[in-house]
């Protein structure tokens, strides 16, 4: 296209200004601009394949927020039309030029895909404001003296520490809303406060069924058992719940592939976790007196629920168990002699037991390194390692791996289950061992399984042909 005696540019206006290229001359510029990033993009670019210097080209375009898609377009055209009919490109001819114009087209404000994350609807009895983070007044000592009775209350009733921590955590978030939202407090008309906290979260905050579910059980506490108020009958919006998420299942191979890259005590963890379905908590309070190598069991107890279970002891990890408590009764040895081999153990069972404490069937069978003090009794003592440290580790494995799963340590509480119903064993078998209180929660697995054939029926797409 280019005629001699004509510079490159020169012929690019011409062509732009051609009726048939439609471009408008108030355009042609932007064009030309256009143009001229695309080859600094290329000549700074360490990619040497031309096509996919481009492709990267519109990329970073199409990641520019303040583009308009026909600003994007607009780009695409304008190289189209240099390396084609300008340079004579190669390449260009087979380039998907409208495809890539597509796979920038953004969607609009009222797609139905984008409308499923609903906005967040404003109360019906006031607007949002400022007010929201601004302290009321007295209202620090509002939270702490009702927290306080709050918690009095649940420690009598026995309940469990993460039950405790959620109930005194809504109980704040409804105090500092009626205080700083209604401009009351919580005592005056509780049951309507109640109500429109409710619909505070479900629709302002947009929270999961699961967690309103939460929030009710924590305020129908507080109502029932604090305020002393029996008859409870609440007027909110309730969101729909529905179908339960199928859980992260991975293989036996992709288990297999992360145990081989943790590292000690972070693999014998896992393992045993995989091993036996326990819970992560679950996992990490076991002590050396649970593990039963003669009747080859594993006590579990105040599991979830506070409930007590057995679990069957992994024969693969007998021998390493065992190599390990070894390992463990020499350290705690040690441990005595530098004053350091007590460990964390229930009030009530210290006071029965005085000794029990620097006892070894009691010590934990994943302890710290380090010594901390109990959070109420301000006793120095050795812990389980922490949680958030097992979940960092199998992170960071997780993270250089090719399993792109949304994977945590829970997800091999999953894989138990499902490869146990896979293997074919009754579900009241996985039930019991899974420590579930209803068989429903267990049926969950069946729909992850691998069945012959795949999932269901086959797709089509691997049908035999004719």
Not at 228 to 243: K, M
Not at 305 to 316: I, S
Request: proline share 6%; aromatic share 8%.
């Amino acid at each position: 296209m280019n005629t001699s005696g004509s510079s490159p540019e020169d012929a690019y206006f011409r062509l732009l200004a051609d009726p048939k290229a439609r471009v408008s001359e108030k355009a042609r510029p932007y064009y030309f601009r256009r143009v001229e990033q695309w080859q600094q993009f290329c000549l700074e670019s360490e990619n040497p394949s031309p096509a996919e210097a481009t492709i990267d080209f519109f990329n970073r375009l199409s990641g520019d927020t303040e583009l308009e898609d026909w600003q994007i377009q607009q780009a695409v055209r304008a190289v189209e039309l240099w390396t084609r009919q300008i340079e004579n490109r190669v390449w260009a001819a087979d380039f998907d030029w409208n495809g890539t114009i597509d796979q920038a087209r953004s969607l609009e404000q009222d797609h139905r895909t984008v409308l499923r994350d609903n906005v967040p609807s404003p109360l019906r009895s006031y607007p949002p404001g400022p007010a929201d983070r601004i302290s009321a007044p007295h209202e620090t000592e509002i939270i702490a003296e009702l927290v306080a009775e709050c918690t009095n209350i649940i420690r009598k009733q026995r309940k469990a520490v993460a039950t405790e921590k959620t109930y005194v955590g809504w109980l704040k978030r409804y105090i500092r809303f009626c205080l700083r939202r209604l401009g009351r407090s919580p005592l005056d008309l509780p049951l309507e406060n109640i109500g429109l906290f409710l619909d505070y979260v479900a629709l302002e905050r947009r929270v999961s069924v699961s967690t309103q579910n939460q929030t009710l059980n924590a305020l129908v506490f507080f109502a029932r058992y604090q305020l002393q108020i029996d008859e409870i009958e609440l007027n909110f919006v309730r969101t729909e719940s529905g179908y339960r998420r199928p859980p992260v299942v991975l293989t036996r191979e992709e288990i297999d592939f992360i145990l081989s890259h943790l590292k000690e005590p972070w693999d014998r963890i896992c393992r045993l976790l995989y091993g036996t379905g326990l819970r992560q908590s679950e996992g990490l309070r076991l002590r050396i007196k649970d593990i039963d190598f003669g009747q080859k069991i594993i006590a579990v107890h105040d599991g979830k629920g506070g409930k007590h279970r057995v679990v069957p002891l992994p024969k693969a990890m007998e021998r390493d168990l065992s190599t390990h408590i070894a390992d463990l009764k020499t350290r705690h040895d040690g441990w005595l002699r530098l004053g350091q081999g007590a460990v964390h153990i229930p009030s009530a069972l210290k006071r029965k037991y005085p000794n029990a404490a620097t006892e070894f069937a009691w010590q934990y069978l994943f302890p710290a390194a380090r010594l901390c003090a109990h959070p109420r009794s301000g006793e120095v003592a050795r812990h389980h390692l922490h949680e958030k440290s097992l979940q960092n580790q199998f992170k960071n494995v997780l993270r250089k791996t090719t399993i792109y799963k949304k994977a945590t340590c829970h997800t091999l509480r999953h894989s138990f289950a499902t490869h146990l119903l896979e293997a074919g064993y009754d579900i009241r078998t996985v039930q019991e061992m899974m420590g579930h209180a209803d068989v429903s929660t267990t049926m969950i697995y069946l729909h992850v399984m691998k069945k012959p054939g795949g999932v269901g029926a086959p797709s089509p797409l691997d049908l035999p042909g004719d």
